[in-house]
């Protein structure tokens, strides 16, 4: 009955190792369904990818006992040849219980992909975050808080020349950048905002409707939408929709443009 168990567990974790190599080669190189056919992005890639390595991390730690006594005869051989008595002895108990050893190498494996999973996404993130702003941002320099709290406006005021006594400086152009978010239906959305003169030459964005330049429109708060909100909205360029801040309440602005990016 043991035995038997024994090729029942080593059955599954073969299939499932296998499997989840399929499936991570699969995302690599497959095509997943998706509109048109095409792949459907990161989001669905790194999912796939994410169920084949923990089919294959299950696997290989159902497989333990099996592949411990041929991994530790070979990775152990230089150790018993030149390390004497100390490396025969450590190789024969590696070898002798195998479910121990396995047990072992299980929790090291384990401990080693979550640590390597960490440092992949945040590298990602990483990554990701400095593309989206060296494709959106077009300005030479960003002034940014090491801090959530992020610091005064007085400081753009003055690189800005705004004050009296300006900051001596051979900047082109300035905009302060703020952050802020409204409600729509009960649903919670971000706005950035910018200066509507030098703003506008300092961010790339990808426009599908309207203009960049219609931020400078002064009769009514101008505003672009993202084409996501504004398909889900019904909104057009050109409408006058109200929106409902924290502080301020409700508000009037006109739609000056929809992006995309």
């Not at 195998?98 to 640590?115: N, Q, Y």
């Not at 057009?236 to 409902?244: A, P, Q, S």
Request: aromatic share 6%; glycine share 12%; hydrophobic share 45%.
């Amino acid at each position: 009955h043991s035995h038997g168990n024994y090729r029942r567990r080593m059955a599954v974790g073969a299939a499932m190792t296998a499997s989840g190599i399929l499936i991570v080669l699969y995302s690599l190189f497959g095509t997943l369904p998706g509109s048109d056919g095409v792949r459907t992005g990161f989001s669905l890639d790194v999912a796939v990818m994410g169920v084949g390595a923990f089919a294959v991390l299950i696997g290989t730690t159902m497989l333990g006992p099996a592949l411990a006594g041929p991994i530790t005869a070979v990775v152990g051989w230089p150790f018993a040849r030149f390390a004497k008595v100390t490396g025969q002895m450590a190789r024969t108990s590696s070898q002798r219980d195998v479910h121990r050893t396995a047990s072992t190498a299980s929790a090291l494996m384990i401990g080693v992909a979550v640590i390597t999973a960490m440092v992949i996404i945040l590298g990602s993130i990483r990554t990701s975050t400095l593309g989206a702003i060296e494709d959106t941002i077009t300005a030479d320099l960003v002034v940014a808080s090491t801090s959530r709290a992020g610091f005064t406006p007085e400081i753009g005021r003055l690189l800005g020349g705004e004050l009296d006594d300006p900051m001596p400086s051979t900047l082109e152009g300035v905009s302060r950048v703020q952050a802020g978010q409204f409600r729509v239906d009960d649903g919670i959305h971000f706005l950035f905002a910018l200066n509507p003169r030098s703003g506008a030459e300092m961010v790339r964005i990808d426009m599908i409707g309207g203009a960049v330049s219609n931020i400078n429109d002064a009769d009514i708060p101008v505003v672009l939408v993202h084409d996501d909100l504004a398909i889900a909205q019904g909104w057009k360029v050109g409408n006058t929709i109200e929106l409902e801040f924290a502080e301020a309440g409700f508000a009037k602005v006109k739609i000056g443009g929809i992006y995309e990016n």
